[in-house]
């Protein structure tokens, strides 16, 4: 039986120190399922000052599991929006470069060989999730989902962060995503919810290893910019 191409997207904004590193340890942890899936790593770049650009073209050439593409600002939304849509893969998981979670890959991808799921979101929320981030991290976290609950309706636990699909259905849902940065992570989830796709949640186990590239408080005023921006267009509109 063909093996089925898994493409893996991760978005990066410089991450030139743990870059290498990070793609050895996911090459590394996903061979227990390379019987069953065969993989792509696509490596979203956009808008990095450092030498991140440098060193993914490097690892590009080592390893044809590793491609790398450039996105021309840091928006880790419109970056992650073109990583999926250059994806070769059926399934993909988006990921980040410091989470890379092996318990989420084997979950998901057991569930995707079993059952007709259509997107698998990582929950950091869901009964049976382990989160070790900072209090104010978790207390963020906890804000943004009801705000999504109140201003948009949305209906499960976590939206941000790791999440796994089948790229065909999931490609409708794309299009009509309006948002980039960190709120298109959220975006896709609920109109994916909305336009009835079939979604499962995984709790998942997560440590912060470093501190975000973007502080905290800095994303807030962009973040309920573009939640007033798409309760209008989705509760107003119905875009």
Same mark, same amino acid.
């Given at each position: 039986?063909?093996?089925?191409?898994?493409?893996?997207?991760?978005?990066?904004?410089?991450?030139?120190?743990?870059?290498?590193? !990070?793609?050895?340890?996911?090459?590394?942890?996903?061979?227990?399922?390379? =019987?069953?899936?065969?993989?792509?790593?696509?490596?979203?770049?956009?808008?990095?000052?450092?030498?991140?650009?440098?060193?993914?073209?490097?690892?590009? *050439?080592?390893?044809?599991?590793?491609?790398?593409?450039?996105?021309?600002?840091?928006?880790?939304?419109?970056? /992650?929006? *073109?990583?999926?849509?250059?994806? $070769?893969?059926?399934?993909?998981?988006?990921?980040?470069?410091?989470?890379?979670?092996?318990?989420?890959?084997?979950? *998901?991808?057991? /569930? %995707?060989?079993?059952?007709?799921?259509?997107?698998?979101?990582?929950?950091?929320?869901?009964?049976?999730?382990?989160?070790?981030?900072?209090? $104010?991290?978790?207390?963020? +976290?906890?804000?943004?989902?009801?705000?999504?609950?109140?201003?948009?309706?949305?209906?499960? +636990?976590?939206?941000?962060?790791?999440?796994?699909?089948?790229?065909?259905?999931?490609?409708?849902?794309?299009?009509?995503?309006?948002?980039? $940065?960190? @709120?298109? !992570? &959220?975006? %896709?989830? @609920?109109?994916?919810?909305?336009?009835?796709?079939?979604?499962?949640?995984? #709790?998942? &186990? /997560?440590?912060?290893?470093?501190? #975000? &590239?973007?502080?905290?408080?800095?994303?807030? #005023?962009?973040?309920?910019? =573009?939640? !007033?921006? /798409?309760?209008?267009?989705?509760?107003?509109? =119905?875009?």
């Amino acid at each position: 039986m063909e093996k089925k191409l898994v493409s893996i997207v991760i978005p990066v904004y410089n991450e030139e120190g743990i870059l290498e590193e !990070a793609v050895k340890r996911l090459k590394l942890d996903l061979e227990p399922f390379r =019987n069953d899936f065969d993989f792509e790593l696509i490596l979203a770049e956009n808008g990095s000052c450092d030498n991140t650009i440098a060193k993914g073209e490097e690892l590009a *050439a080592q390893d044809r599991f590793v491609s790398i593409f450039h996105y021309p600002e840091p928006d880790y939304g419109l970056a /992650l929006q *073109a990583g999926i849509r250059k994806a $070769k893969g059926e399934i993909v998981i988006c990921d980040e470069i410091d989470l890379c979670l092996p318990e989420f890959y084997q979950k *998901a991808l057991d /569930l %995707f060989k079993r059952t007709d799921v259509e997107m698998i979101v990582g929950s950091k929320r869901a009964e049976g999730a382990n989160d070790q981030r900072p209090v $104010k991290r978790r207390f963020a +976290t906890w804000v943004l989902n009801v705000m999504l609950k109140i201003i948009l309706g949305f209906k499960g +636990t976590d939206t941000h962060g790791v999440k796994a699909f089948r790229k065909a259905p999931l490609i409708p849902v794309l299009d009509k995503c309006l948002v980039g $940065k960190d @709120i298109f !992570a &959220s975006e %896709f989830v @609920i109109r994916a919810e909305r336009m009835g796709v079939n979604i499962r949640e995984i #709790p998942i &186990s /997560l440590d912060e290893k470093r501190a #975000p &590239s973007i502080k905290l408080m800095k994303r807030v #005023p962009r973040v309920l910019s =573009n939640l !007033a921006y /798409l309760f209008w267009n989705i509760r107003i509109k =119905n875009r």
